[in-house]
């Protein structure tokens, strides 16, 4: 399975300030997503990173908000814009080939906002 | 739309015990069928998987079974170990190969 290089690994931010967190695969991979887990709670996917054009979101979640970038089948990006606390959450790149029956998550970034 | 529902934990259990997570699951057709597991300050791994109806998935002495009668992937083991506390997820891949996860389980195994 592809192994994922995802940064930072963590970071605390001012509020009204925006972070990128990258998703590195070590092989191209068809399918890649980002999403949100808020403390204690499941997994919410934002969006899946489309290959050279936009991100398809999930309903509750915009491109102002997290733009989505995807050059090419092995990385992508996403950016928390203008922060807020209730952005604190952990945010995970997933990846994997379709049909491949499972997909491979990153270790995460856990992002604090003060 | 496609839904996923687990039982609620936190589920502890001595270790040596005999472990049960159940999940259900709502969908149209036969979604593909996974277990997640996270153990803490890590991302998700994979644990198990099955793609039809009465597929085993199996790893590291946790199994489930894809019952298409019940709509159900419970996850058992028959000797939990300290090392196996971690959350667990259920998942179904629905027809746009996206993964929709249930609320996650909590497993505390004490020595």
């Known amino acids: 399975s592809a192994v994922i290089s995802q940064k930072p690994s963590r970071d605390i931010c001012q509020r009204g300030t925006s972070l990128t967190i990258q998703c590195q695969v070590d092989s191209q991979v068809t399918m890649m997503f980002w999403y949100r887990q808020q403390p204690g709670q499941s997994l919410t996917l934002i969006a899946t990173?489309?290959?050279?054009?936009?991100?398809?979101?999930e309903s509750g979640f915009v491109i102002d908000k997290f733009p989505i970038s995807r050059p090419n089948l092995t990385f992508s990006t996403l950016t928390v814009s203008n922060m807020s606390p209730e952005d604190s959450s952990i945010y995970l790149c997933s990846v994997g080939t379709q049909g491949d029956g499972g997909y491979t998550f990153g270790s995460g970034t856990r992002l604090t906002v003060v | 739309g496609d839904s996923v529902t687990q039982m609620e934990g936190p589920v502890t259990l001595s270790e040596e015990a005999f472990l049960t997570i159940n999940c259900t699951y709502t969908a149209t057709g036969y979604p593909s069928l996974f277990w997640y597991v996270q153990y803490p300050g890590e991302g998700l791994q994979l644990l198990l998987k099955?793609?039809?109806?009465?597929d085993k998935g199996s790893n590291k002495g946790f199994e489930a079974t894809y019952r298409k009668e019940t709509t159900s992937f419970h996850l058992e083991k028959g000797s939990v170990q300290v090392s196996d506390s971690a959350v667990y997820f259920c998942?179904?891949?629905?027809?746009?190969?996206?993964?929709?996860f249930g609320s996650g389980t909590r497993l505390l195994v004490r020595p």
């Open positions: 990173a489309n290959q050279g054009s936009e991100a398809t979101y």
């Open positions: 998942a179904l891949m629905d027809s746009s190969y996206k993964l929709i």
């Open positions: 099955a793609t039809k109806a009465d």
